[in-house]
């Protein structure tokens, strides 16, 4: 069964473009750690817990802002072509 921690982490690399070492770099632990989290051999801390949370929250915002983004260009191109 996959842990909150697990799919979290899942959607950092996936959607975030985010390795396990710089998670690991941005959450101020090894690398080797960060490896252990998603089998369950090891756990974050609470303070962890809340970086990665927020890291989530950062890279759900730029996801939203690139996708709004690209809409906004293909509604210009859209635009410009009919003219």
Do not use: F
Not at 30 to 42: D, F, L, Y
Request: aromatic residues 2%.
């Amino acid at each position: 069964m996959a842990t909150a921690v697990s799919l979290i982490l899942e959607h950092l690399r996936d959607d975030g473009g985010l390795q396990g070492k710089d998670i690991a770099n941005i959450v101020a632990v090894s690398p080797a750690a960060v490896s252990r989290w998603p089998s369950g051999k090891a756990t974050p801390d609470l303070r962890t817990q809340t970086v990665i949370a927020e890291l989530r929250y950062v890279v759900d915002r730029l996801a939203d802002s690139t996708r709004r983004t690209k809409r906004g260009l293909a509604a210009c191109e859209t635009s410009a072509s009919e003219e």
